[in-house]
């Protein structure tokens, strides 16, 4: 037998489904996994030029998929303004202050990162960007993406007044006379998109390659891209800044790529889809597919466009007559699914509310009704809010649920901005991850990074917890919607492999896979579920190269 390039001994293995393996090496070459064998067997494997690498008890496991990130965004923001390490409002507003001393040559000051939490209402005022740039348009995206944070200067650029009606889909917070108050949520945000300066094809690339980075140093080997289109927060094209990595030779990780459903378009969108996978799929990377499309279904709970099969409560706790958004009519998402599922598209769905997500899994049994059972792998992100007999129905329907596990957990967003307007009950029904698993729901993962970290043990720790590191809360909807360690490692793994139409090759350690791989230490089976986030990434490694760190 011809020796391995690389092989890796001494530590437990998690395959990418169920528990580790003890006592057994792992073979690698030509860039693909070659043997998992006994520890006994190994010597078989090793010759003159096989590099030996100790995990001393370290976990090996597949790399991580992120089933749901924004990645060119995400770096995009570390290269501008960034307000993501801001503590506080003045935190915030310092660190706007210095980038605009320190860029004094920028017509606009762009960027983002806030947190609603610092700001009263979770929406800031436009006066305190004036204290600190009163001469130039401050344009700010919200940390989850959600809302966008305005100085006056960028509303009077935008035309934008008292007259200004709110947009179908959004909402401008208003001051007692009607002005805009400075925060824009959902698509009121899209009302700067006419007078913004776009971001350059050169800061679009340098984003997604920083972004690159941070992920494989989170143990990241490939990813579902939640927000491909024209013109996304800034952005010209985003399939043409992954073509250009795929050119530059520089794209390390495999994408899908989920193209934007335009909410306000029509069914004409779903040719000129086709005609951009094709366009890559000729391409032929085995990187980046366009094979998904995004379709946004509802807002966020947390300023009440998420879509709720019941009304919001107000302040005092009476019920209000808004239930949330539905983006698109629920007849006609149901008529689009059906045409993308005939198309041969993957549906990505975003749907945060209870009524998002009945309307979500309609449309894909009337998908199922009209073509019969595809290969589509649709899937549901975010899921905040799912009724109990709405869960049954993901297995039925071969939807997967996509996991933020990183939110499901008491912190001063959904305590403060969320629970505290839904109905009595609301919070036993909040990403109710060990329901779905009971119900035989497959499970996928991700962060939507930059609306919060990317670190998928983080996300696993609350998976198993459902308690932040340091915190004393309850878990979130109760202990019995906690996962166990192996099914949170699964959904992060195998899980995203699936939905990505990767798991013939990653998502897995088995011989003839893809050697995507990454070390834990300490290995996260051996520590109590209350001390998983103290399992970091000691190198990442795709296609048997050490990526992270370099010099592995
Ligand atoms: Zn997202």
């Given at each position: 037998m011809p020796a391995a390039d690389l092989l890796f001994t001494g530590g437990a293995v998690f395959?990418?489904?169920g528990q580790p393996l003890h006592g057994h090496a792992v073979a690698v070459s030509g860039g693909r996994i070659t043997a998992v064998v006994p520890e006994a067997d190994?010597?078989?494997?090793?010759?003159?030029h096989t590099r030996v690498v100790r995990l001393d008890g370290a976990l090996l496991s597949p790399g991580f998929q992120d089933a749901h990130v924004h990645p060119i965004s995400a770096g995009v923001e570390l290269l501008m303004c960034?307000?993501?390490?801001?503590?506080?409002a003045a935190d915030a507003i310092a660190t706007v202050n210095a980038y605009a001393d320190a860029n004094p040559e920028e017509p606009w000051i762009l960027g983002g990162g806030w947190s609603?939490?610092?700001?009263p209402g979770g929406s800031p005022l436009r006066g305190l960007l004036d204290a600190v740039v009163p001469d130039r348009p401050v344009l700010l995206m919200s940390r989850d993406h959600h809302s966008t944070w305005a100085n006056t200067a960028a509303i009077r650029a935008a035309g934008l007044d008292a007259s200004t009606p709110d947009p179908v889909d959004g909402r401008i917070e208003r001051e007692?006379?009607?002005?805009?108050?400075?925060t824009f949520h959902e698509g009121a945000g899209e009302l700067f998109d006419q007078v913004r300066p776009p971001i350059g094809a050169d800061l679009a690339y340098a984003g997604l390659l920083r972004a690159q980075e941070e992920l494989i140093a989170l143990g990241i080997t490939g990813w579902q891209d939640g927000w491909v289109g024209t013109g996304l927060g800034g952005v010209q094209d985003v399939a043409s800044v992954y073509r250009r990595a795929l050119a530059d030779g520089t794209l390390k990780v495999h994408v899908v790529g989920a193209q934007w459903w335009e909410?306000?378009?029509?069914?004409?969108q779903v040719a000129e889809m086709a005609r951009r996978r094709a366009e890559f799929a000729?391409?032929?990377?085995?990187?980046?597919?366009?094979?998904t499309t995004k379709i946004m279904v509802d807002g966020v709970a947390e300023n009440q466009t998420a879509a709720m099969l019941s009304p919001y409560r107000d302040v005092h706790g009476h019920d209000t007559a808004?239930?949330?958004?539905?983006?698109?009519d629920p007849e006609r998402l149901r008529a689009i699914v059906t045409e993308l599922d005939a198309a041969g598209f993957q549906v990505h769905f975003h749907a945060l509310g209870d009524r998002a997500v009945r309307e979500a899994l309609d449309a894909v049994e009337a998908a199922r009704d009209a073509?019969?059972?595809?290969?589509?792998?649709h899937h549901l992100a975010h899921l905040q809010v799912v009724e109990e007999h709405e869960t049954a129905r993901f297995a039925a329907l071969g939807a997967?649920?996509?996991?933020?596990?990183?939110?499901a957990t008491h912190e001063d967003q959904i305590d403060e901005l969320t629970l505290p307007f839904l109905?009595?009950?609301?919070e036993g029904r909040q990403y109710p991850f060990g329901d779905l698993v009971r119900h035989g729901a497959r499970l996928a993962a991700g962060s939507d990074w930059p609306v919060s970290s990317a670190d998928p043990m983080d996300a696993i720790h609350i998976a198993v917890t459902r308690v932040a590191p340091g915190r004393d809360d309850e878990p979130l909807g109760g202990a019995h919607q906690r996962l166990d360690l192996a099914t949170a490692m699964a959904a992060y793994t195998s899980g995203t492999a699936y939905v990505n139409h990767r798991d013939h090759d990653t998502g897995h350690i088995r011989?003839?896979?893809?050697?995507n791989l990454v070390v834990l230490?300490?290995?996260?089976?051996?520590?109590p579920a209350e001390e998983t986030h103290r399992s970091t990434v000691v190198s990442t490694w795709i296609e048997g190269e050490p990526v992270y760190p370099r010099n592995a």
């Open positions: 395959t990418g489904t190994a010597a078989a494997h090793v010759g003159e960034n307000l993501t390490e801001a503590t506080d609603m939490d610092h700001f007692p006379d009607g002005t805009p108050a400075g909410r306000t378009g029509g069914i004409e000729a391409l032929d990377s085995g990187r980046f597919t366009l094979g808004n239930r949330g958004l539905s983006f698109i073509n019969g059972a595809t290969d589509g792998r997967v649920a996509n996991i933020q596990a990183l939110w109905q009595d009950g609301a011989e003839g896979f893809l050697a230490d300490p290995d996260p089976f051996s520590l």
